[in-house]
């Protein structure tokens, strides 16, 4: 079997230690690289430095124009709510036509015994982060797709537009979503404000599902490759139900710190409508029979 590995190239590794070097104010020079997992989207990598240890993602600059700086952006918001522990960002810049994201480096532990007690917690005081508008000051990704924050002053209209429209415009160009389907999300929009209670736009990570959290070296609670806004805090809950589910403790403790209205079991389908149509507009198949289910039951 012939195995492809993607190295840094030299022009990489060059701008990355110019930033570090200014950054750190010394001069940084990279002595190893290697791959680490990191998912479908980007290639991942540990170096090391004389300075020490970081972590590094790229990607193509061309085709995914402002991602890293976007998600520089939203790690730097979710670190600076001081709730949960989140990479800190070193440097993120351009190298012909690579893109590139440099964090801190963290080495995976084993979750302490209170682990999902203390994430609930962390999660429900971030999400205690509050703004006057439902969105962002600029767009970012969810995964490799642009997504728009274009700010709302009400949740219903953002989650439409900005979220399940969005998508369905994507779709419907792709061929891969029928005229019934969209007919039935019309249908859905004339009852969300019936469905969804009223809340404060909250700080949210966007793509909280399994793949992005991780113990980190003391064991702590710790968010990765987030897809940052300001919204309404079910979708975080609801995404992270959507592949398998956190531990039942995390959701207890979750509810005891900052309690869910009533009947947010059923609000997190129409929550993951959302994150559903990404993944129709990126593999299509049973993802999109998820969403007609789903349709079904509330239309």
Same mark, same amino acid.
């Given at each position: ?7 840094? @190239? ?17 001069? %940084? ?69 690579? @893109? ?7 080495? @995976? ?6 682990? $999902? ?37 009400? $949740? ?123 993944? %129709? ?9 998820? %969403? ?8």
């Amino acid at each position: 079997m012939l195995i492809c590995v993607i190295m840094l @190239s030299q022009e990489v590794i060059s701008a990355i230690e110019k930033l570090l070097s200014d950054e750190l104010g010394e001069c %940084v020079v990279i002595s190893n690289t290697s791959t680490v997992g990191g998912g479908c989207i980007n290639d991942c990598y540990r170096i090391q430095t004389n300075c020490g240890v970081f972590f590094v993602k790229t990607n193509s600059a061309n085709r995914y124009p402002g991602m890293f700086e976007a998600e520089a952006k939203g790690l730097q918001l979710l670190k600076k709510s001081e709730t949960i522990y989140i990479p800190k960002v070193i440097a993120f810049g351009e190298a012909t036509d690579d @893109s590139f994201l440099v964090l801190e480096y963290i080495d @995976s532990g084993r979750k302490q015994p209170a682990f $999902w007690e203390d994430f609930g917690r962390s999660l429900a005081q971030m999400h205690r982060n509050s703004t006057d508008y439902f969105g962002l000051d600029h767009d970012n990704y969810i995964g490799s797709l642009p997504q728009s924050n274009h700010q709302h002053n009400d $949740w219903i209209s953002f989650f439409i537009e900005e979220r399940l429209e969005a998508q369905l415009k994507r779709a419907m160009e792709s061929g891969k979503i029928n005229k019934s389907t969209i007919q039935q999300f019309n249908r859905l929009y004339t009852k969300l404000k019936a469905i969804f209670p009223e809340e404060a736009p909250a700080l949210l990570h966007g793509d909280l599902w399994s793949g992005n959290y991780m113990a980190g070296s003391n064991g702590e609670p710790c968010i990765i490759d987030p897809a940052v806004y300001y919204g309404h805090r079910e979708m975080d809950i609801g995404m992270s139900q959507l592949f398998g589910g956190f531990s039942s403790k995390f959701y207890d403790a979750y509810n005891t710190e900052y309690p869910l209205e009533n009947g947010w079991q059923q609000r997190i389908e129409i929550c993951n409508l959302y994150p559903l149509l990404v993944h %129709v507009n990126l593999f299509g198949g049973s993802y999109l029979m998820q %969403v007609q289910s789903i349709l079904r039951r509330f239309v």
